[in-house]
């Protein structure tokens, strides 16, 4: 799984779980309604390390808890992959 495909995936578990909407976590981490819609339905594909922190504060938690899942187990970077394919 990508990264960024993680990423979307626990904030929508943790928006679910806390928060109800991502209306109400951008209104809670005063993320823009727009940044956080960009980056959920793939428009962006990365969020700065500030952003998810801010989000993580909208959600109460910390950024530990936020990656502490076994989703991100298995993830792959697609950035990475980019440059390994670039390489042969």
């Known amino acids: 799984m990508q990264l960024s495909t993680a990423v979307r995936q626990r904030i929508i578990y ?11 976590l951008s209104r ?3 993320v823009s ?7 959920m339905v793939g428009k962006t594909r990365t969020l700065t390390l500030a952003t998810l922190y801010d989000l993580c504060t909208g959600l109460d938690i910390s950024l530990f808890d936020f990656f502490d899942d076994s989703i991100f187990n298995d993830v792959v970077d697609e950035h990475e992959k980019a440059i390994n394919n670039y390489k042969k």
């Open 14 to 24: 943790l928006s679910k779980s806390r928060t109800n909407s991502l209306k109400s």
């Open 28 to 30: 809670a981490s005063n």
């Open 33 to 39: 309604y727009s940044t956080l819609v960009s980056f």
